[in-house]
């Protein structure tokens, strides 16, 4: 592929060009899009949406500009393996305490020249003999468990798949996770419990049909942009919503009712809403004897929750809460979507169990305008889930220490398997510091930056006997590895994908693989194979339908009846139908829905005065986690360059911070320099710092405390103090370096 300069990819040309119909590769919602191709097939010119089930042709700032990292100079084009010089390893773009690290271009991309020098470029049969010889040598010699992977909810469905297949077949080991730990794995453990799956009950746009709809914990029209264009147009036609946040969400000024609760109040809050609605007499009685179990237990809980004590806890006006759980009570057919405030916390599961019962008690499952929708984050967080990226269970959460399921998989696979859980992402960077965890393959995430307490990680993986990374760039989990494999974008390869809505879709290539650049799927078995599990397919179609034949609801499925458009699962006769958009009209999947009370339970971290204000972190429109795709998106970087952090007006005053100056905020683990905001959307005591600017690294702060069920971090709560730097002006340059 030619380098082409991002001011070029936007130019129109007159020549003749190819639609491809695909996806964005970005969020969960899922939109279809038509990629321009010219005619060498190296450049696309630009995007049109297309009238996908989700999208209905619209798309976001991201999903219309977003596409030209692929075609960014930084692409890995050749194998790189760390040259002996470079041993013992060291960070190499600075420590990323957060002050600057390391030399950087414009954006916040670190200047390759610093560290390419440590790797030289290998053949792709020198590179896969060495991962496939030292991760073999590590197993034999330690024990498969010695071994873990991290795969990826960007990818394909195909791909996780072959990645969770290669960690359990080849490694020996049900050490294999994915970013979904980091995400919604608290609201998947509640619903598994609850009603025995953890997909979405409706989709997006049966919003339409709802009398009320929550949104909970998230913030759509940054993070779920197209669906809240759906949801603002509900609101225009009557549908009434009640935001729950800490920190206030554009949509909020569509909403009848906007709850700016505490921080990690949400227990005590939902609670409350349904002892006004048992008090009132506004649940469906029938519903709960029929549909549920538990509802008495429930009852004695939510009886402590009495609206004037509870609204004091949450900080919400009494009213407003007995007006809130009016909304969804009664009959009134209503919808609760959440995110990461709710899902993110020690108390994550308990946060969602809440979310179910109140969902249940008023009866709103199974029917048009209702259900539980945890708006999934990536854009195949949902697939590769299904897939089994997961620890504990195999594709289509089938649990690895059941002896059945694990007789079933050794027949499947041609080999023996282990019957012991793995570890999760964030067990598996404990392990690797203990020593226990010594070789890991890490394709598609960046957890050097996402991972909570990055000098915790940066210890982890140092400490590593092995690390290969496989990426589109030499990302900052890549300057620990080994061996830096090159893989295929979004943009050049063939893929099912599985949305919020559980549609699932085909993506199609629209461009050639950069220099020597190769398939993710093809790396994956090339390497099982060199390690001695044979691993060969004629095609991804070929890889779609392997997992297909062992995952209930894709069974139906091939990317021949996917075509154009895609599929809801469950689908039972694609020939004649689009799938369900609405699932559990008369049983749930573990036969009653079990209603699993939870009380508010105190933080780990607590405010003191030294660390006295809350720390919330989170997304900004235009950008992606980490940065490594939408920082080197020429039009998405241009919008949102730098990192900041909001601080309430009184704190502020307070402190003597000025909007745009620069100031440090430090927790116990660790402390970052960035630009500050002045905005009232964020309450006093509280502070937000977006995730994706590694200048200032949001997760040195963070705290690796995990909720018990879900293992997932507190990325929604930790202790801060903001202080003003002396001297420091408006500018970049004040970032350090
Ligand atoms: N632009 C963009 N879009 C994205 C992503 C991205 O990186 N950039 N990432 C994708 C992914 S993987 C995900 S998971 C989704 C996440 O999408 P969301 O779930 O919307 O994610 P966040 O912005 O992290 O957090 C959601 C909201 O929780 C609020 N919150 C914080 N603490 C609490 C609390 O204690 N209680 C309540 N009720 N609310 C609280 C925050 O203020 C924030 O508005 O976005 C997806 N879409
Ligand atoms: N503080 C804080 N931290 C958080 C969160 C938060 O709210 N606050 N949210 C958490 C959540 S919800 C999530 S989902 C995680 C996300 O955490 P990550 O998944 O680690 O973040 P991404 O930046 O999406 O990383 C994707 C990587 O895959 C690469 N990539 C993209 N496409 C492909 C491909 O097709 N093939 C290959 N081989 N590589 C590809 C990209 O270049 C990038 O390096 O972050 C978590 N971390
Ligand atoms: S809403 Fe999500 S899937 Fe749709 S265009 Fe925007 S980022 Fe892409
Ligand atoms: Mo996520």
């Given at each position: 592929?030619?380098?082409?300069?991002?001011?070029?990819?936007?130019?129109?040309?007159?020549?003749?060009?190819?639609?491809?119909?695909?996806?964005?590769p970005?969020?969960?919602?899922?939109?279809?899009?038509?990629?321009?191709?010219?005619?060498?097939?190296?450049?696309?010119?630009?995007?049109q949406?297309?009238?996908?089930?989700?999208?209905?042709?619209?798309?976001?700032?991201?999903?219309?500009?977003?596409?030209?990292?692929?075609?960014?100079?930084?692409?890995?084009?050749?194998?790189?393996?760390?040259?002996?010089?470079?041993?013992?390893?060291?960070p190499?773009?600075?420590?990323?305490?957060?002050?600057?690290?390391?030399?950087r271009?414009?954006?916040?991309?670190?200047?390759?020249?610093?560290?390419?020098?440590h790797?030289?470029e290998?053949?792709?049969?020198?590179?896969?003999?060495?991962?496939?010889?030292?991760?073999?040598?590590?197993?034999?010699?330690?024990?498969?468990?010695?071994?873990?992977?991290?795969?990826?909810?960007?990818?394909?469905?195909?791909?996780?798949?072959?990645?969770?297949?290669?960690?359990?077949a080849?490694?020996?080991?049900?050490?294999?996770?994915?970013?979904?730990?980091?995400?919604?794995?608290?609201?998947?453990?509640?619903?598994l419990?609850?009603?025995?799956?953890?997909?979405?009950?409706?989709?997006?746009?049966?919003?339409?049909?709802?009398?009320?709809?929550?949104?909970?914990?998230?913030?759509?029209?940054?993070?779920?942009?197209?669906?809240?264009?759906?949801i603002?147009?509900?609101?225009?036609?009557?549908?009434?919503?009640?935001?729950?946040?800490?920190?206030?969400?554009?949509?909020?000024?569509?909403?009848?009712?906007?709850?700016?609760?505490?921080?990690?109040?949400?227990?005590?809050?939902?609670?409350?809403m349904?002892?006004v609605?048992?008090?009132?007499?506004l649940?469906?009685?029938?519903?709960?004897?029929?549909?549920?179990?538990g509802?008495?237990?429930?009852?004695?809980?939510?009886?402590?929750?009495?609206?004037?004590?509870?609204?004091?806890?949450?900080?919400?006006?009494?009213?407003?809460?007995v007006?809130?759980?009016?909304?969804?009570?009664?009959?009134?057919?209503?919808?609760?979507?959440?995110?990461?405030?709710?899902?993110?916390?020690?108390?994550?599961?308990?946060?969602?169990?809440?979310?179910?019962?109140?969902?249940?008690?008023?009866?709103?499952?199974g029917?048009?305008?209702?259900?539980?929708?945890?708006?999934?984050?990536?854009?195949?967080?949902?697939?590769?889930?299904?897939a089994?990226?997961?620890?504990?269970v195999?594709p289509?959460?089938?649990?690895v220490?059941?002896?059945?399921?694990?007789?079933?998989?050794?027949?499947?696979?041609?080999?023996?398997?282990?019957?012991?859980?793995?570890?999760t992402?964030?067990?598996?960077?404990?392990?690797?510091?203990?020593?226990?965890?010594?070789?890991?393959?890490?394709?598609?995430?960046?957890?050097?930056?996402?991972?909570?307490?990055?000098?915790?990680?940066r210890?982890?993986?140092?400490a590593?006997?092995?690390?290969?990374?496989?990426?589109?760039?030499?990302?900052?989990?890549?300057?620990?590895?080994?061996?830096?494999?090159?893989?295929?974008?979004?943009?050049?390869?063939?893929?099912?994908?599985?949305?919020?809505d559980?549609?699932?879709?085909?993506?199609?290539?629209?461009?050639?693989?950069?220099?020597?650049?190769?398939?993710?799927?093809?790396?994956?078995?090339e390497?099982?194979?060199?390690?001695?599990?044979?691993?060969?397919?004629?095609?991804?179609?070929?890889?779609?339908?392997?997992?297909?034949?062992?995952?209930?609801?894709?069974?139906?499925l091939?990317?021949?009846?996917?075509?154009?458009?895609?599929?809801?699962?469950?689908?039972l006769?694609p020939?004649?139908?689009?799938?369900?958009p609405i699932?559990?009209?008369?049983?749930?999947?573990?036969?009653?829905?079990?209603l699993?009370?939870?009380?508010?339970?105190?933080?780990?971290?607590?405010?003191?005065?030294?660390?006295?204000?809350?720390?919330?972190?989170?997304?900004?429109?235009?950008?992606?986690?980490?940065?490594?795709?939408?920082?080197?998106s020429?039009?998405?970087?241009?919008?949102?360059p730098?990192?900041?952090?909001?601080?309430?007006?009184?704190?502020?005053?307070?402190?003597?911070?000025?909007?745009?100056?620069?100031?440090e905020?430090?927790?116990?683990?660790?402390?970052?320099?960035?630009?500050?905001?002045?905005?009232?959307?964020?309450?006093?005591?509280?502070v937000?710092?977006?995730?994706?600017?590694?200048?200032?690294?949001?997760?040195?702060?963070?705290?690796?405390?995990?909720?018990?069920?879900?293992?997932?971090?507190?990325?929604?709560y930790?202790?801060?103090?903001?202080?003003?730097?002396?001297?420091?002006?408006?500018?970049?340059?004040?970032?350090?370096?």
């Amino acid at each position: 592929m030619k380098q082409v300069p991002n001011a070029m990819v936007e130019q129109r040309t007159t020549v003749g060009f190819k639609g491809v119909d695909s996806l964005c590769p970005y969020c969960g919602v899922g939109c279809a899009l038509t990629f321009r191709v010219d005619a060498s097939g190296e450049r696309i010119l630009d995007v049109q949406g297309r009238d996908g089930a989700a999208n209905a042709g619209r798309l976001c700032v991201k999903g219309r500009y977003g596409y030209d990292y692929a075609m960014h100079p930084q692409r890995l084009r050749k194998p790189l393996i760390r040259r002996e010089s470079s041993y013992p390893k060291q960070p190499l773009s600075g420590d990323v305490k957060g002050n600057g690290g390391g030399p950087r271009k414009p954006g916040g991309i670190v200047d390759y020249d610093e560290i390419l020098p440590h790797f030289r470029e290998a053949s792709w049969d020198e590179a896969l003999d060495l991962v496939a010889n030292r991760l073999a040598g590590l197993r034999d010699r330690h024990g498969g468990d010695s071994l873990a992977g991290f795969g990826s909810a960007k990818g394909s469905n195909e791909e996780a798949y072959l990645f969770q297949k290669l960690v359990r077949a080849a490694f020996r080991t049900n050490n294999v996770d994915h970013c979904t730990r980091l995400c919604h794995a608290s609201s998947v453990a509640a619903l598994l419990e609850g009603i025995g799956s953890g997909a979405v009950t409706n989709v997006v746009r049966d919003i339409e049909n709802a009398d009320t709809a929550m949104l909970a914990g998230c913030n759509p029209t940054d993070n779920h942009p197209v669906a809240a264009t759906f949801i603002k147009d509900a609101a225009v036609n009557g549908t009434k919503l009640v935001v729950v946040n800490t920190r206030r969400p554009r949509i909020a000024d569509h909403a009848e009712i906007y709850l700016q609760i505490h921080p990690g109040t949400d227990v005590a809050l939902f609670n409350g809403m349904m002892h006004v609605l048992i008090r009132e007499n506004l649940i469906d009685r029938e519903f709960i004897d029929t549909r549920t179990e538990g509802f008495s237990e429930l009852r004695k809980v939510v009886e402590e929750y009495d609206p004037d004590t509870t609204a004091a806890l949450c900080g919400v006006d009494p009213d407003d809460l007995v007006r809130a759980a009016r909304l969804l009570g009664g009959g009134r057919r209503a919808m609760i979507f959440w995110g990461m405030g709710i899902s993110q916390h020690t108390h994550g599961t308990d946060n969602s169990r809440c979310l179910i019962s109140l969902a249940m008690i008023t009866g709103n499952v199974g029917k048009p305008g209702t259900g539980l929708h945890p708006l999934r984050g990536q854009n195949n967080v949902q697939g590769a889930s299904d897939a089994g990226l997961i620890p504990m269970v195999y594709p289509d959460y089938q649990a690895v220490d059941d002896p059945g399921v694990q007789a079933y998989f050794e027949d499947y696979w041609g080999t023996s398997l282990s019957p012991k859980p793995g570890l999760t992402v964030t067990e598996i960077m404990g392990a690797a510091l203990e020593g226990q965890v010594r070789g890991m393959y890490v394709q598609g995430e960046n957890p050097f930056v996402s991972d909570p307490d990055t000098n915790k990680v940066r210890k982890a993986l140092m400490a590593l006997e092995f690390l290969v990374v496989q990426d589109l760039f030499l990302t900052e989990t890549a300057e620990f590895a080994d061996v830096i494999l090159p893989g295929s974008s979004f943009m050049e390869k063939l893929g099912t994908y599985t949305n919020t809505d559980r549609r699932v879709q085909i993506g199609r290539p629209a461009m050639s693989l950069p220099g020597e650049a190769r398939q993710d799927w093809e790396i994956i078995c090339e390497i099982g194979t060199r390690m001695g599990y044979e691993m060969r397919y004629e095609s991804v179609s070929a890889v779609f339908d392997e997992f297909a034949g062992c995952t209930e609801n894709y069974k139906t499925l091939s990317h021949e009846n996917l075509g154009r458009y895609g599929k809801w699962y469950p689908c039972l006769d694609p020939a004649t139908s689009d799938g369900e958009p609405i699932v559990f009209g008369d049983t749930f999947p573990r036969g009653k829905a079990l209603l699993v009370p939870a009380r508010l339970r105190q933080p780990e971290e607590h405010v003191d005065s030294d660390y006295p204000l809350i720390l919330n972190t989170g997304r900004v429109l235009e950008h992606w986690h980490t940065g490594s795709m939408t920082r080197r998106s020429a039009a998405l970087d241009r919008i949102s360059p730098d990192a900041f952090v909001e601080i309430n007006p009184e704190d502020a005053a307070r402190l003597h911070v000025v909007d745009g100056a620069m100031v440090e905020v430090a927790s116990r683990r660790g402390s970052i320099r960035l630009k500050a905001k002045v905005v009232p959307r964020v309450a006093e005591g509280t502070v937000f710092v977006p995730m994706h600017f590694r200048e200032a690294c949001a997760n040195v702060l963070t705290s690796p405390a995990l909720d018990p069920q879900g293992k997932i971090p507190t990325f929604k709560y930790c202790a801060v103090r903001v202080r003003p730097l002396e001297g420091a002006s408006h500018g970049k340059e004040a970032m350090g370096g």
